[in-house]
């Protein structure tokens, strides 16, 4: 692929001739109507973001030598907030990780059922937004197996997480979304062990999403439900997830 046509330039132009037209007239981008067809072209990109990109290649994998000595956790520590404080002090034996939205049949897990299914472990090297990347090990089950299970239905598009951690002040939750295509991908998985330890707090216990194709706030730890939705629109602010919607981050977090 020409280094002129990348998926984050495309992308990039995009937001960056959004906002131009916005902040270059203030009363257009109050308008109800034109803001209505702006915002209607996100299908679009999320579907161009998907197109300039081999969605189906795999992650490079790692030999264990190649492990970081040092990881870094991203995003919140700690959700620390009471229902998450009791989980964690009885070691998340009461925790249950609810499948629902556009299934056939919603499930409800618990940890030790979750840790007992067929597993896959990986070691890839986690890429953050702020700069950094480290390389772990990553074991848990795939999430397609979980979608069979539930049997997702025809008009399911996406799949969004549900965490526990809360933002501004605890008042916005946390959450995040991918599409089908990274839900069934092979290195997709929900992890409850890295470095063959059950997860810390600070890196999402007890379940944290792995989807390796995309930078680390896609990663959604402390997973609490997972949704099968048609759209994006009215979850959070409607972007796809939390720092999509306060801070314009890319839906599409390829890498």
Same mark, same amino acid.
């Given at each position: 692929?020409?280094?002129?046509?990348?998926?984050?330039?495309?992308?990039?132009?995009?937001?960056?001739?959004?906002?131009?037209?916005?902040?270059?007239?203030?009363?257009?981008?109050?308008?109800?109507?034109?803001?209505?067809?702006?915002?209607?072209?996100?299908?679009?990109?999320?579907?161009?973001?998907?197109?300039?990109?081999?969605?189906?290649?795999?992650?490079?994998?790692y030999a264990a030598p190649e492990m970081s000595p040092r990881f870094r956790t991203n995003g919140t520590r700690n959700p620390n907030t009471d229902a998450y404080n009791a989980l964690a002090a009885n070691d998340f034996a009461d925790w249950r990780l609810n499948i629902g939205g556009l299934v056939e049949r919603p499930l409800n897990i618990g940890i030790d059922r979750l840790r007992s299914l067929p597993a896959r472990t990986q070691i890839t090297r986690h890429d953050c937004v702020e700069g950094w990347s480290a390389?772990?090990?990553?074991?848990? *089950?795939?999430?397609?197996?979980?979608?069979?299970?539930? !049997? /997702?239905?025809? +008009?399911?598009?996406?799949?969004?997480? #549900?965490?526990?951690?809360?933002?501004?002040?605890?008042?916005?939750?946390?959450?995040?979304?991918?599409?089908?295509?990274?839900?069934?991908?092979?290195?997709?998985?929900?992890?409850?062990?890295?470095?063959?330890? *059950?997860?810390?707090?600070?890196?999402?216990?007890?379940? !944290? /999403?792995?989807? +390796?194709?995309?930078?680390?706030?896609? #990663?959604?730890?402390?997973?609490?439900?997972?949704?099968?939705?048609?759209?994006?629109?009215?979850?959070?602010?409607?972007?796809?997830?939390?720092?999509?919607?306060?801070?314009?981050?890319?839906?599409?977090?390829?890498?």
């Open positions: 692929m020409s280094r002129l046509f990348t998926r984050r330039g495309v992308t990039t132009g995009l937001i960056a001739g959004a906002g131009g037209l916005l902040s270059g007239c203030d009363a257009l981008g109050r308008n109800e109507t034109f803001r209505k067809i702006l915002y209607s072209g996100d299908d679009a990109n999320r579907t161009l973001q998907r197109l300039v990109s081999d969605r189906n290649a795999l992650a490079r994998e390389i772990g090990k990553w074991t848990g *089950p795939r999430l397609s197996m979980l979608l069979d299970a539930a !049997r /997702l239905k025809p +008009e399911a598009r996406y799949i969004v997480f #549900h965490c526990a951690d809360r933002y501004r002040g605890g008042t916005v939750p946390y959450y995040e979304s991918i599409d089908l295509i990274d839900a069934f991908h092979p290195q997709t998985i929900l992890a409850w062990a890295m470095n063959d330890a *059950p997860l810390s707090v600070g890196h999402g216990a007890p379940v !944290r /999403l792995r989807v +390796e194709r995309q930078l680390g706030y896609k #990663h959604a730890k402390y997973v609490m439900g997972i949704e099968a939705v048609a759209s994006l629109a009215g979850i959070g602010g409607g972007k796809g997830g939390l720092w999509e919607d306060i801070a314009g981050y890319d839906w599409y977090a390829g890498i």
